[in-house]
């Protein structure tokens, strides 16, 4: 089955943007291989302001299936991605199930919370960039989830970018444990 995966830039003090949703400062790492990371997945899941911010800055994202859950966009004025404005719980549960590559939660920590409050999210992997911005859009938003992630791996680059792998445990498997 796949997974689903949030791989996300993230600033020291926990920022995937700054309070103007830019990111002009993730220092690109010239040791990291994006092309590498992006081949492991097919689809990218994102919210609204993700995918703005996405057609705003010109980033291509060839081959990939683009998925925007957004109650305010409307498919016909999107036809390069589709579009989910309910059932997003269970759309995600179809995609998990389909053959493929695994699904790259694409930034977005209104989304993440909210994926990980429905135990749909397997892995957490931020990027931390050394760099502390102060305030910003948070990795997560504050909606009282709490998972516990179960660590896999690390990895060091030359100019300070620090790669984290954990997988999260799902809320049934925490109960399992106490």
């Known amino acids: 089955m796949r997974r689903l995966r949030y791989q996300v ?9 700054d309070p103007n949703g830019g990111f002009d400062w993730i220092i690109p790492e010239p040791a990291f291989d994006f092309n590498a990371l ?6 990218l899941l994102m919210g609204r ?12 994202l060839p081959d990939k299936r683009i998925i925007v859950a957004s109650r305010s966009f409307r498919q016909e004025d999107h036809p390069e991605a589709e ?3 309910d059932r997003l719980k269970e759309r995600v549960h179809e995609l998990l199930e389909q053959p493929g590559k695994d699904v790259w939660l694409y930034g977005g920590g ?9 135990d749909l999210v397997d892995t957490v992997e931020p990027a ?3 760099i502390l911005l102060g305030d910003g859009v948070p990795m997560l938003a504050k909606n009282g989830v ?3 992630l179960n660590f896999v791996r690390q990895q060091t680059y030359p100019r300070g970018m620090v790669l984290l ?3 999260v445990q799902k809320e049934r498997d925490q109960r399992t444990e106490m």
């Not at 830039?9 to 943007?17: E, H, N, T, V, W």
């Not at 992006?38 to 689809?43: K, N, P, R």
């Open 49 to 60: 302001k993700t995918y703005e911010t996405i057609i705003r800055s010109g980033v291509e």
């Open 38 to 43: 992006l081949a492991q997945f097919d689809t």
């Open 165 to 167: 792998e954990y997988e």
């Open 146 to 148: 709490h998972r516990r």
């Open 9 to 17: 830039a993230c600033s020291l003090d926990g920022y995937i943007a």
């Open 128 to 130: 931390i960039i050394p």
């Open 83 to 85: 579009i989910i404005h």
């Open 110 to 118: 209104e989304l993440l919370s909210q994926l990980l409050a429905w």
